[in-house]
């Protein structure tokens, strides 16, 4: 074999290769899940609604791709919230419940009997799209349930896996969210802004913090003067966002480790003491790195709530 011909034989096997190990560590989209209990339709399933969202879980929680929301976090945010989900979710519901707990997905449905066949039907339900899938199965009122709920739980996964692109969006880039809302700011008065959000990684200290970061890149993004709050400018804010942040490692998915923020964060009038907008966000991030995931977690919190507050620290400007 001439020298060119092994050159060329060596770059193809090479390409083939890296190509190959890049798919294999590439990893497969991990969707923040929520589950609540389906409901009854029928005398003889009374009382089966909250067992079947127990099973579904059982079943999902050992899938490695699959990411459950803890059930006793989930219940105790919705309590303080005064929200009862059940297996009939609205999409206000479902965006409300995401935007608390950090799911991308819920899980919820029904236990319906007709005459000695049991039906059950599972919808699955993107917060941020409202979308909707579903999967049923029908088994007999003398089956055990258990066997019933794991071939749904089998369905529902396909499911998921077939329909993630329709229930969960594509991220928009920073550049679209931004000419976005620049169309929604147009004409009106731009504040001078101050911006401190502290932010921590539980058990871990944190450096650069990435809520504000963020925060002060869509700021900026939009033509808003942003004042650095640790440097003394002699210069006067009209509006400060202040706010808090925290991330913390949930439990490991396969190689993955998925991190939770939560994001708390509120728009002040400096001359009034005014609370103009609050807001919060919880979000849910995989990485292989526990404070990458941390960080990117953080950052898109942040990203949705600057989204939701800036249109609300403007004016129109005077003709």
Do not use: C, W
Not at 157 to 162: H, L, M, S, V, Y
Not at 271 to 277: L, P, Y
């Amino acid at each position: 074999m001439n020298r060119s011909l092994f050159l060329a034989v060596a770059i193809v096997l090479s390409t083939i290769f890296l190509h190959g190990k890049a798919q294999a560590q590439a990893p497969t989209p991990v969707y923040p899940t929520a589950i609540f209990a389906f409901s009854e339709r029928g005398a003889d399933v009374e009382g089966l609604g909250a067992l079947v969202a127990d099973l579904v879980f059982a079943n999902l929680v050992v899938d490695p791709n699959m990411y459950l929301v803890d059930r006793e976090d989930m219940k105790k945010i919705l309590q303080e919230q005064e929200l009862t989900v059940s297996g009939l979710v609205n999409p206000a519901q479902a965006v409300q419940v995401g935007q608390l707990t950090g799911a991308r997905l819920l899980i919820t449905g029904s236990v319906i009997q007709a005459g000695d066949k049991i039906i059950l039907v599972a919808k699955v339900i993107g917060t941020e799209t409202s979308r909707v899938s579903g999967a049923s199965i029908k088994g007999s009122v003398d089956q055990d349930i258990d066997e019933i709920v794991e071939r749904l739980s089998v369905e529902i996964i396909a499911t998921i896996n077939k329909n993630s692109k329709i229930l969960v969006p594509k991220p928009a880039s920073r550049k679209k969210s931004i000419a976005s809302l620049k169309k929604k700011l147009k004409g009106t008065k731009l504040p001078v802004i101050q911006v401190s959000i502290k932010e921590q990684h539980v058990g871990r200290g944190t450096i650069d913090p990435a809520a504000e970061t963020e925060f002060i890149f869509y700021l900026r993004g939009l033509g808003f003067e942003v004042i650095d709050s640790t440097v003394s400018s002699g210069k006067k804010a009209d509006i400060n966002i202040i706010g808090e942040g925290f991330s913390e490692f949930t439990a490991r998915v396969g190689a993955l480790a998925p991190v939770k923020a939560r994001l708390e964060v509120k728009a002040i009038d400096v001359k009034t003491g005014r609370i103009i907008a609050i807001d919060r966000q919880t979000s849910v991030a995989v990485d292989l790195n526990e404070l990458i995931a941390g960080k990117t977690a953080l950052q898109n919190a942040a990203a949705k709530v600057a989204q939701r507050m800036i249109p609300q620290l403007v004016q129109p400007k005077k003709p």
